[in-house]
């Protein structure tokens, strides 16, 4: 019964299902890592599956402001946002930086809680929804909670920045796959938004540094005021 | 009785037994070249167990019958699994009896007589060997069934035979569940196979070795038998891997034909994989044992991960 109804659904979809798939697996291979350097890189490769997937839901089903989104995804998340991390990281002399204490089975263990409840909630969501790619909603929510938890467990700040990038990432995704799409306007907002968060951070990195000596933020918490 | 499934099934056991020091000798060829070594001759294995067949048996004065049955025990068990997962034909003979489940009963039965083993004599070696492989095992084990299970709920069945023919001849789907549980079974093969990221198969006599300070006492046949078994452990994982995630082309009949073909195609399939695994070793550096845990249990949440993405996108709304 289960192969049957896996034959009504077309390739395209099956195509899509295995994006959102791989976009679990970087979630979850983010959460895990602890080198600044290689979390870079699989943020790339998470933005890169999330152009193709928006590839093929344009393609697919002929909805042509989804190919601009997919050509932004790709300028934005693919080279830009990653080459400015990279140059940001090589200033700061972090590029080989290890975050230390970090229980990754335990956090393992929470995400794989968040993973259960996150289809839980989108099973009726994805009820209503009428899309080719309504199935993968509860994936891309999960990927924003995965997200959510890398921000609270980390303790460095380019980690923590890297997760407010996936989190974005997760909700693009949502967006693509419960309703084709947020309107043009909505998505070029937030491109930019993302766009000018990553300078202001940027310039907030150098700052904290400046002021700690480290880009540990816990440092932040044990200050007092004068 | 099907004669041609009983032929089908011996034939497997023949080419397992065959096949399985040539992979070992293929993976140290590849490795050697991939590290700019000179590179063994393929056969080195076929080499290293004639001389161990020749050689006698050196035993401890305390070893007790138990140390002297292991070798011929771990054996069987390992020719038997390699000979049930389907590779040629996945009409067997044995068909009826190769669950996946007590695929993995067969691979524990195997561990416990060879830590029993390690522990016999009463070196501090051998107990400190069987104990870490217990606990690499006792880590090792769920995230295989967990791989098992998923592939079994995509064709509603734990035999391996049923397991395959859904894979390899209904009409050609993408299962995203199968990507993640692919990752974790290759992490869990490392494991078992004592491959890099956990033990190094090369090493003698280092106190971080797992595999070779269990079988330290041995000497003769029975660390040939033992060497043997080891290899054909790694051609049933290799044969599993091929089984549960590229079943394309093993045949449903059991005719000399596509017999000869499924051959050639598991021959190809073994050398890319033995391949892709000293690549992974050479890669990649061996972590300490505490890392263990970290590493199994990162493979055992991708499994159930799989499961999880198997009844969200593949079960339908």
């Keep these: 019964m289960n192969a049957m109804l896996l034959n009504a659904v077309p390739l395209a979809s099956q195509v899509i299902n295995l994006c959102a798939a791989i976009m679990l697996l970087l979630g979850f291979a983010m959460l895990a ?32 402001h989804l190919l601009w989104s997919a050509a932004l995804t790709l300028l934005l998340k693919v080279i830009a946002l990653p080459y400015i991390l990279h140059r940001l990281i090589r200033r700061l002399s972090v590029k080989w930086d290890i975050e230390t204490l ?39 929510l ?84 004068p | 009785m099907n004669f041609y499934a009983l032929f089908a099934q011996l034939l497997e056991l023949v080419v397992a037994l065959v096949l399985a020091p040539i992979l070992n000798g293929w993976i140290n060829m590849c490795r050697a070249w991939l590290q700019n070594r000179s590179a063994p001759p393929l056969l080195q294995t076929y080499y290293t167990l004639s001389k161990l067949f020749h050689k006698d048996v050196l035993l401890a004065h305390n070893a007790s019958t138990l140390f002297r049955a292991a070798p011929y025990i771990i054996f069987s068990c390992m020719a038997l699994a390699a000979a049930i997962v389907p590779t040629l034909s996945t009409d067997l003979i044995f068909a009826p009896a190769a669950d996946a489940i ?17 522990m016999d004599v009463g070196t501090s070696f051998g107990s400190l060997g069987s104990r870490r492989e217990m606990f690499i095992g006792f880590l090792a084990e769920p995230a295989l069934l967990m791989v098992f299970f998923t592939a079994s709920l995509i064709s509603r069945s734990t035999s391996l035979s049923t ?42 006599l280092e106190l971080t070795m797992i595999h070779e300070a269990m079988i330290l006492e041995y000497s003769g046949r029975h660390l040939a038998l033992i060497e043997w078994a080891a290899s054909l452990k790694l051609f049933a994982y290799s044969c599993l891997g091929i089984a549960l995630f590229f079943p394309f082309g093993i045949p449903e ?60 996108l593949e079960t339908g709304q």
């Design chain 2, 163 to 204: 397991i395959v023919e859904t894979l390899a001849h209904r009409e050609f789907v993408i299962y995203p569940s199968l990507a993640f549980a692919g990752v974790a079974f290759t992490m869990v093969s490392l494991a078992e196979n004592a491959r890099i990221p956990i033990d190094n198969p090369t090493t003698h």
């Design chain 1, 33 to 64: 890592q602890r080198r600044v350097l290689t979390l870079i890189n699989l943020f790339m490769l998470q933005g890169l599956v999330l152009f193709t997937s928006t590839l093929i839901v344009a393609l697919s089903t002929h909805q042509n």
């Design chain 1, 142 to 225: 999960a990927c924003v909670l995965l997200a959510f938890l890398m921000m609270i467990t980390r303790s460095k700040a380019v980690p923590q920045v890297i997760a407010f990038l996936a989190m974005e990432n997760g909700l693009f995704f949502a967006a693509t796959s419960a309703t084709y799409g947020m309107p043009m306007v909505v998505e070029l907002g937030i491109a930019l938004d993302v766009m000018v968060g990553m300078v202001i951070l940027g310039v907030f990195f150098f700052q904290i540094r400046q002021q700690f000596d480290s880009l540990d933020i816990r440092h932040m918490e044990t200050r007092r005021e």
């Design chain 1, 102 to 140: 970090l229980n990754i089975p335990t956090i393992m263990l929470i995400g794989i809680a968040l993973v259960v409840v996150a289809f839980n909630v989108a099973q009726p969501i994805s009820q209503l929804s009428g899309t080719i790619t309504r199935a993968t909603i509860g994936i891309a």
């Design chain 2, 102 to 118: 007590a695929l993995v009963g067969l691979f524990a039965l195997a561990r416990v007589f060879i830590a029993l083993a390690g």
């Design chain 2, 253 to 312: 009949a059991a005719d000399p034909l596509s017999l000869a073909l499924a051959g050639a195609t598991l021959i190809l399939k073994l050398a890319v994989g033995g391949f892709v695994l000293a690549l992974i070793e050479t890669l990649s550096a061996k972590m300490r044992i505490f890392r263990a845990p970290e590493f199994l249990g990162t493979a055992f949440l991708l499994a159930v991960l799989a499961m999880l993405v198997h009844l969200l």
